[in-house]
């Protein structure tokens, strides 16, 4: 009897498991059913040639979709799977239902159309024919997608759109140059024919919005970007799993800016007392290489950082190749200096990885080239190679194609992802990398600082309590950005009110990593303490913590 019993308790459990299983099959295919453009940056590559439909009615479907998934996963037995996809449902509700970006934000409609476009021209998974095909199918519903931004946008922030107004001509210069020339291996001429009716009538359909948006939407233009306080808060819990209140957020904020101050002016010091921090940080913003020069600048930085990797047991790094230096897609360089573009989780041809890097436009002045590449100093490219590349970013992303679950595959969150590639910036120089080179470490406390700003300036912003220009003053004064950074980062800002995950999941790691370490004693090992952690994938530090410690203990 008992073993019948066992065998019983066995099959019910089996049974339960196979229907969460099942949930979760049917929840994904509705997600990608009505956003085909996140399926194909997963991997999956049925819907190549749908694109999301924007009206008013389709986000109505979206919010109903989630609202039912969401009774559904409360039903289920408590799992951190569950409780992740929980909150993935929950954030997007908030996003659609009180964030609105669909309302407020006419950058929403242009990029989004465009990144579709990208995520079927920058990768080879499929033969060029073929993605040419999905590619003229989607583009031939870009001008609806246009269209219903017309109907859907009311009010918008004037930051907004004023970005979208900036990325605008980039867009059409991407339609009308770079994806033609991804498709150069095409022979065929009707396709090519059709290809090149549907691009240009793209390339109309931009100009068009473009002029709506100009003589339209900015005399309109007088929302507010703010999110407010309480959406603030249920979208930290939301999206990261952080409960802690805003006023205790913003403290230990300043308390890590302070301490990052005190650390650079203390280096500066050592480089060149004669000089003031400022003096010194900004005497290093000339160090730089010519903007030519910048992709293999950064891609003669890999070897080393590989090596220093692997001989200092830092992680264990699951492959030999290497992400591709190339520069920023056009519709990505006015929020973005630089960044990993990653296959999806279930893409299994085309795997290869791209590491952006934003280039000075050719149009610019000479003295505003000079002053953006003076935040691609030595000692911050060092920084934003190893938090993109080695061990942050694309070692992160090797690690994921290891995992089983679903959820975690296909879900991430910003403290996990931007924080741990944030917190081997320092951690790399604390293990010895570049040999106690102050100029390096000066590039690094740079990047910190630039991420407290973040931080800060994103509660502060996003609560009323701190003004655009307030931020990108911020930047310059407590943060040592040059003004083209502090006013980039500051219109990131206004539409990423959650930019503090960088610093907030660096604190966290840290958090936990003493904490392991004061579990394990004389069996801890930084690689091994690493290597646990990348073996949970991207999901919230809070569940990290109680799977590697075994308790609720505080992330902070």
């Given at each position: 009897m008992k073993c019948f019993a066992a065998l019983l308790?066995?099959?019910?459990?089996?049974?339960?498991?196979?229907?969460?299983?099942?949930?979760?099959?049917?929840?994904?295919?509705?997600?990608?059913?009505?956003?085909?453009?996140?399926?194909?940056?997963?991997?999956?590559?049925?819907?190549?040639?749908?694109?999301?439909?924007?009206?008013?009615?389709?986000?109505?479907?979206?919010?109903?979709?989630?609202?039912?998934?969401?009774?559904?996963f409360s039903k289920a037995a408590p799992s951190p799977e569950r409780d992740i996809v929980i909150a993935r449902i929950n954030s997007d509700l908030l996003t659609m239902e009180h964030i609105r970006?669909?309302?407020?934000?006419?950058?929403?409609?242009?990029?989004?159309?465009?990144?579709?476009?990208?995520?079927?021209?920058?990768?080879?998974?499929?033969?060029?024919?073929?993605?040419?095909?999905?590619?003229?199918?989607?583009?031939?519903?870009?001008?609806?997608?246009?269209?219903?931004?017309?109907?859907?946008?009311?009010?918008?922030?004037?930051?907004?759109?004023?970005?979208?107004l900036e990325q605008l001509p980039g867009i059409q210069g991407f339609f009308a140059s770079d994806v033609p020339s991804a498709f150069t291996d095409v022979t065929d001429p009707k396709l090519l024919a059709e290809f090149k009716d549907a691009?240009?009538?793209?390339?109309?359909?931009?100009?068009?919005?473009?002029?709506?948006?100009?003589?339209?939407?900015?005399?309109?233009?007088?929302?507010?970007?703010?999110?407010?306080?309480?959406?603030?808060?249920?979208?930290?819990?939301?999206?990261?799993?952080?409960?802690?209140?805003?006023?205790?957020?913003?403290?230990?904020?300043?308390?890590?800016?302070?301490?990052?101050?005190?650390a650079l002016v203390a280096v500066a010091k050592q480089i060149d007392p004669t000089k003031t921090p400022r003096e010194v940080s900004e005497s290093l913003g000339?160090?730089?290489?010519?903007?030519?020069?910048?992709?293999?600048?950064?891609?003669?930085?890999?070897?080393?950082?590989?090596?220093?990797?692997?001989?200092?047991?830092i992680i264990t790094i699951p492959s030999d190749v290497r992400p591709i230096l190339e520069e920023s897609p056009p519709f990505m360089r006015a929020t973005t200096t630089a960044s990993m573009d990653t296959p999806g989780p279930y893409e299994k041809v085309a795997t290869e990885a791209y590491f952006n890097v934003t280039l000075p436009e050719k149009d610019w002045p000479q003295a505003k080239v000079n002053e953006f590449m003076e935040a691609f100093n030595r000692g911050t490219i060092i920084s934003t190679a190893i938090h993109e590349a080695y061990p942050g970013h694309y070692v992160q992303l090797l690690w994921w194609q290891k995992l089983t679950s679903k959820v975690r595959r296909l879900i991430s969150c910003g403290t996990n992802v931007e924080g741990w590639a944030h917190y081997t910036e320092q951690?790399?120089?604390?293990?010895?990398?570049?040999?106690?080179?102050?100029?390096?470490?000066?590039?690094?406390?740079?990047?910190?600082?630039?991420?407290?700003?973040?931080?800060?300036?994103?509660?502060?912003?996003?609560?009323?309590?701190?003004?655009?220009?307030?931020?990108?003053?911020?930047?310059?004064?407590?943060?040592?950005?040059?003004?083209?950074?502090?006013?980039?980062?500051?219109?990131?800002?206004?539409?990423?009110?959650?930019?503090?995950?960088y610093t907030l999941g660096k604190l966290q790691i840290m958090k936990l990593r003493e904490d392991y370490k004061t579990m394990k004693g004389s069996a801890y090992s930084l690689e091994e303490f690493h290597n646990t952690f990348m073996k949970q994938g991207g999901i919230p530090i809070k569940i990290i913590r109680k799977e590697m410690l075994g308790n609720d203990s505080p992330t902070l």
């Open positions: 308790l066995g099959a019910s459990l089996m049974s339960a498991q196979t229907d969460f299983d099942r949930l979760v099959d049917r929840y994904f295919d509705d997600q990608f059913r009505l956003n085909p453009s996140a399926a194909t940056a997963a991997g999956f590559h049925n819907r190549d040639n749908e694109l999301e439909d924007y009206s008013a009615k389709s986000f109505a479907e979206r919010i109903a979709v989630d609202r039912r998934y969401l009774a559904e970006p669909q309302e407020k934000n006419p950058d929403f409609y242009s990029s989004s159309a465009t990144g579709s476009i990208f995520g079927l021209m920058s990768r080879k998974f499929a033969a060029p024919e073929v993605r040419l095909r999905n590619v003229i199918s989607r583009e031939k519903q870009i001008p609806g997608v246009l269209q219903e931004a017309r109907h859907n946008l009311k009010n918008c922030p004037r930051i907004y759109t004023e970005v979208a691009n240009t009538q793209v390339i109309e359909a931009f100009k068009s919005y473009e002029s709506f948006v100009k003589t339209t939407v900015l005399p309109a233009s007088n929302g507010d970007y703010r999110i407010g306080a309480d959406n603030y808060r249920k979208k930290l819990l939301y999206d990261e799993m952080v409960d802690i209140p805003l006023d205790r957020l913003l403290a230990i904020g300043y308390e890590n800016l302070r301490a990052n101050q005190q000339l160090d730089h290489p010519a903007p030519d020069a910048l992709l293999q600048t950064f891609r003669d930085t890999l070897g080393g950082l590989i090596d220093f990797v692997r001989s200092h047991h951690m790399m120089l604390d293990e010895g990398y570049a040999k106690g080179d102050l100029k390096i470490r000066l590039g690094q406390l740079q990047d910190a600082l630039l991420r407290n700003s973040r931080y800060i300036v994103g509660i502060q912003m996003h609560t009323g309590k701190m003004t655009y220009e307030q931020a990108v003053e911020f930047f310059i004064h407590e943060g040592y950005e040059p003004k083209p950074i502090a006013e980039l980062e500051s219109k990131r800002g206004t539409g990423d009110p959650t930019y503090l995950m």
